[in-house]
């Protein structure tokens, strides 16, 4: 079905130096003295979901551009308009969706048939029901909170952003949505033989083979490494933000003056860092390859090649150095 003026608003219709051999205290034993000398106040206790929320959240509302630019950005792909390629872009949006409720939602909006991925749990393809060329129109729902897009305008990924909201949970800023997304570009081999994988420009290419059509694996193993790597990128810009936080407190030191942080705030800030490093290492797929490539090697080469370029384990390793060093400082 092609379409129509009406079927195009109905579309937007429906759719964001210390002193050696010093006889003075350290400064870290008087940061201990004063504490003990202190009053205990009652403390908060800091789950793993508040300080979720401490993430997914209020430390982005505060994230400049000039903070996120802090760590090296590697150059990202433009939109191209050249025949036979296409773009593909994911948004990480928050820290989890509903994906249960997203279903019923795209079911009654009824502009994307929402589809299952074979022994892929916690993931939706839903497949665009109104055809505007041949190149079909695809979105990857991931049930940690991010989104992937295949062959969509800009448009019309802005209305799919403002129709997630209502499924999100702990949202992320918009800026740092945007400034974390990724594009990349893909197009088909002319070689029905020829296997997937990322051709010398970084372009995601697809095989084709009629026989037997893999086509939607292949493009949810795209958008599962291509994901994780923006999911990644909201926690490096969480951690930029966390050390702008305590950057005072290493200025302190270093000059042998009083800290300025009061026992709750040290273990408030503990819990920050435990609770980053637990999604880091714990609650991902960084740091290893999902059950779901285990039984199909060509998915699992492609998804690890695409990691690779995206540098997942380089990135992942100096997070968890950074998070080392600030757990050694406060």
């Not at 800023?173 to 594009?183: C, D, W």
């Amino acid at each position: 079905m092609y379409f129509t003026g009406k079927s195009l608003l109905q579309i937007r219709s429906a759719f964001t130096t210390l002193k050696p051999f010093s006889t003075k205290p350290s400064i870290f034993q008087q940061t201990v003295n004063r504490l003990k000398s202190k009053s205990p106040a009652p403390l908060k206790t800091y789950s793993i979901a508040n300080v979720s929320r401490f993430l997914a959240s209020s430390p982005h509302e505060n994230i400049t551009s000039i903070q996120v630019k802090k760590r090296p950005l590697r150059k990202k792909k433009t939109e191209l308009s050249s025949p036979g390629v296409f773009n593909v872009v994911a948004f990480a949006t928050s820290e989890e969706y509903n994906l249960e409720s997203l279903v019923e939602g795209l079911q009654k909006q009824d502009l994307y048939e929402p589809q299952t991925i074979p022994n892929a749990h916690d993931v939706v393809h839903g497949l665009a029901k109104y055809k505007v060329e041949n190149e079909p129109r695809e979105i990857f729902f991931f049930r940690d909170g991010g989104v992937v897009l295949w062959n969509i305008t800009d448009m019309e990924s802005s209305n799919v952003l403002n129709f997630l909201k209502p499924y999100q949970q702990d949202s992320y800023a918009e800026r740092v949505v945007q400034a974390e997304s990724e594009i990349m570009n893909y197009k088909y081999h002319t070689e029905a033989a020829k296997a997937s994988g990322l051709d010398k420009e970084g372009n995601f290419v697809l095989s084709v083979d009629l026989e037997n059509d893999t086509t939607n694996l292949t493009k949810y193993t795209f958008s599962n490494a291509m994901f994780l790597s923006v999911k990644l990128g909201i926690w490096e810009a969480s951690l930029d933000k966390y050390i702008d936080e305590i950057e005072g407190v290493t200025d302190d030191l270093r000059r042998g003056q009083k800290i300025n942080m009061t026992r709750e705030e040290v273990l408030r800030k503990h819990g920050e860092l435990f609770a980053l490093r637990h999604y880091l290492n714990l609650s991902s797929d960084v740091l290893d390859t999902p059950d779901f490539y285990w039984e199909n090697e060509q998915l699992e080469t492609l998804y690890n090649q695409v990691c690779v370029y995206f540098c997942i384990n380089k990135r992942s390793k100096v997070m968890n150095e950074k998070i080392n060093h600030c757990v050694a400082l406060i």
